[in-house]
Every structure is written in structure tokens, then in C-alpha cells.
């Protein structure tokens, strides 16, 4: 089982989403068959494997054994992932596009930053998972916080000033065998647990 597994097929995307098949999937995180599952969450056996059959069709679920009991054949399942991303891929005839607006001080625009960071590197993951390979990657995650506004600004230039030195001192235009990479740094507010309640009451 995959840690993460992205979603770039609209159809997958659309029955993910359905808000019983995705608890079906948080459920098949361990391995269960559709009748521990129909006692557990109290749905019909047959409504029960019409969702899983489709899971199944798409990806999301894999057989992972399948047991004799009696007259019948017991099919235990799991999902294919621990947890899952919809790649903006599923959308990409409405995707954003970070080109169309650039604007380092826009929402918009970083969160058209975010949507493509999550479809290349889904892209990325999914190649490297068929070929085998560890995807080699790096990231930072930390806080700041700032006295002012002021503040903020100035740690901004001086982050963009340092992120455009690095890159001018090992950018290699013409390097035979070397490969682009794409730097993506992003600085926001972190929204307090009460706020998002608040906004999402």
C-alpha cells in the first residue's frame, strides 16, 4: 500500500468523492470484505459491493485475498493507499494556470502555484512508481511570525533576493545530462484551528 496515491482520471476523481465510497476507502485502510464492512457501517450488502465494485474498477481498492467460507468465496479487500490527492489534472481543461496572472502578493496565484506543484509531482510520483524508482525531492516546512506588516515585506525581498542568488550561483543553462528542477517557496498565515471552524460554520 502507497502512502499517498494521486488521482488523475476524472472518472476515479468523481467516485472517490462520492461520501460513501471515500469512507469505504478510509475504512479498507486494513484489509476487510464486504460483509465485516456492511455490519461495521450499517449499509446493505448489495449497496455495499455495488460501491466497491467500482472502487475496484478504477484503482482505489485491490483484492488482497479470497477466502472460503461454506457455499461462498469471501473477497478481502484494501485500498490501493493510506490517503489520496485529486491531481488538478481531473480538471485540466479549468486547471489554473500560474502563467496567466503572475503576481508574487496574489492568493490566486499562489494557490495556482499549489495546484500545479500537486499535479507534477503527481506526475512525477506515478512515473516513478511504474518504473520503480524513488522520486528524489526536498522541501522545507516551517513558521514565521511576524511583528508587522513591514516585517513581512522585508522578509520577502530578502527571501526572494536569497532564492535568486542560490540560483544564479548553480543554474546551468547548457550543462550536458543536467535536468530543470522547479523551486516553489511559499510564505502565508497560518490559519488558527477556531478561525477555520469559524469560516466553515
Same mark, same amino acid.
Given at each position: 500500500m502507497d502512502e499517498v496515491a494521486v488521482i488523475e482520471d476524472p472518472v476515479a476523481a468523481g467516485v472517490?468523492? @462520492?461520501?460513501?465510497?471515500?469512507? &469505504? &476507502?478510509?475504512? &479498507?485502510?486494513?484489509? +476487510?470484505?464486504?460483509?465485516?464492512?456492511?455490519?461495521? &457501517?450499517?449499509?446493505?450488502?448489495?449497496?455495499?459491493?455495488?460501491?466497491?465494485?467500482?472502487?475496484?474498477?478504477? +484503482?482505489?481498492?485491490? $483484492?488482497?485475498?479470497?477466502?472460503?467460507?461454506?457455499?461462498?468465496?469471501?473477497?478481502?479487500?484494501?485500498?490501493?493507499?493510506?490517503?489520496?490527492?485529486?491531481?488538478?489534472?481531473? $480538471?485540466?481543461?479549468?486547471?489554473? @494556470?500560474?502563467?496567466?496572472?503572475? @503576481?508574487?502578493l496574489s492568493a490566486r496565484w499562489l494557490l495556482a502555484l499549489a495546484a500545479r506543484l500537486v499535479r507534477e509531482v503527481g506526475s512525477l510520483l506515478v512515473g516513478a512508481a511504474q518504473a520503480g524508482k524513488r522520486l528524489a525531492t526536498f522541501a522545507i516546512d516551517g513558521e514565521v511570525r511576524f511583528a508587522s506588516a513591514a516585517d513581512r515585506a522585508a522578509f520577502a525581498v530578502e527571501l526572494a533576493d536569497a532564492v535568486t542568488s542560490l540560483v544564479a550561483k548553480y543554474h546551468r543553462e547548457s550543462a550536458p545530462g543536467g535536468r530543470d528542477h522547479r523551486i516553489l517557496v511559499a510564505v502565508y498565515p497560518i490559519v488558527a484551528e477556531q478561525e477555520s471552524e469559524h469560516s466553515h460554520g
Open positions: 472517490s468523492l @462520492d461520501p460513501v465510497r471515500s469512507r &469505504l &476507502l478510509a475504512e &479498507l485502510v486494513e484489509p +476487510g470484505s464486504a460483509s465485516t464492512l456492511a455490519a461495521r &457501517l450499517n449499509i446493505p450488502r448489495q449497496k455495499l459491493n455495488y460501491h466497491l465494485h467500482a472502487l475496484e474498477r478504477h +484503482g482505489l481498492i485491490e $483484492l488482497v485475498e479470497e477466502r472460503r467460507k461454506g457455499n461462498m468465496t469471501e473477497r478481502v479487500l484494501r485500498a490501493t493507499a493510506a490517503s489520496y490527492v485529486i491531481s488538478p489534472r481531473a $480538471l485540466a481543461s479549468v486547471e489554473p @494556470d500560474p502563467r496567466r496572472a503572475p @503576481d508574487r
